[in-house]
């Protein structure tokens, strides 16, 4: 995602005047960091929060695409808040999935009084994904919850118990991601999918994020962005 996330700030006439991964931490420095307006972090589970935190000492907002440390949203919520910086979350940059939120949400509600039909979840990545499920498939997932009302929270299908959502984390290839949420009865199934092409969606969209939320002070995601452009 970096090295996508880098073409399309070029396309958009950006500088990038500072590059992070693994390798060069010792870089990773306050005083570096202030050399940039937005700082768009897409890393691993594991140095997600790490990351961001470095960014609000540094003053510096940031715009996060990084999956899979969800359990420490509120706490950097929170601290965040209260040391007045800024921050942008998306589980999903690309604009058609965000549309595809809506949708999700809006068949919930349309499926709510029919419950001889079941949902469910499936979601497709590449082999070198870390987490499962997607970050994707969360978001879908108490979207649907919270419209829907027959079920109370999601589970992996291999772990879930009756009367919870189940999803299913397929790791193959090198699908770029795929989600599709299924509501099936005895007779028939209805399913909308949402299918990435490439990760190109996803990296011009924490461009724009990132664009948008420079001057900005607060917590901020995909809705907030998509509502002011309406
Ligand atoms: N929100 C979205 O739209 C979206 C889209 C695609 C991927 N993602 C998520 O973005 C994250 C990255 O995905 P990817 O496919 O680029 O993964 P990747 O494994 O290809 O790249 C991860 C990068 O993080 C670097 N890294 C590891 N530890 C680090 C640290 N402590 N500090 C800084 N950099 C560090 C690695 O060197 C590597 O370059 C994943 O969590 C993925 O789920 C989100």
Known sequence: MGKE???AAIARKHNVVLKFD?????????????KADVAIEFTTPASAVTNILKCFEASVPVVCGTTGWLSQYEEVKKICLEKKQTFFYG????????????????????????????????????????????????????????????????ALKEKAASGDLPI?????????????????????????????????????GAVVAAEWVKGKQGVFSMKDLLNAEK
């Not at 693994?22 to 202030?34: G, I, R, S, V």
């Not at 193959?172 to 999918?193: A, F, K, L, N, Q």
Request: glycine share 8%; aromatic share 10%.
């Open 91 to 154: 589980s999903n940059y690309s604009i058609g999935v965000n549309l595809f939120f809506n949708l999700n949400e809006y068949l919930a509600k349309l499926m709510h009084t029919y419950n001889s039909y079941i949902p469910s979840i499936e979601e497709a990545h590449h082999i070198h994904k870390k987490d499962a499920p997607s970050g994707t498939a969360i978001t879908l997932a108490e979207g649907l919850i919270k419209n829907h009302g027959g079920v109370k929270k999601w």
């Open 22 to 34: 693994e390798h060069n931490l010792n870089e990773f420095t306050p005083a570096n960091l202030k």
């Open 168 to 204: 299913t984390s397929i790791r193959e290839g090198e699908v770029p991601g795929t989600h599709i949420v299924r509501y099936t009865s005895g007779c028939d199934e209805i399913e909308i999918t949402h299918k990435a092409f490439s990760r190109q969606g996803f990296a011009e």
């Open 5 to 7: 996330i880098e073409k």
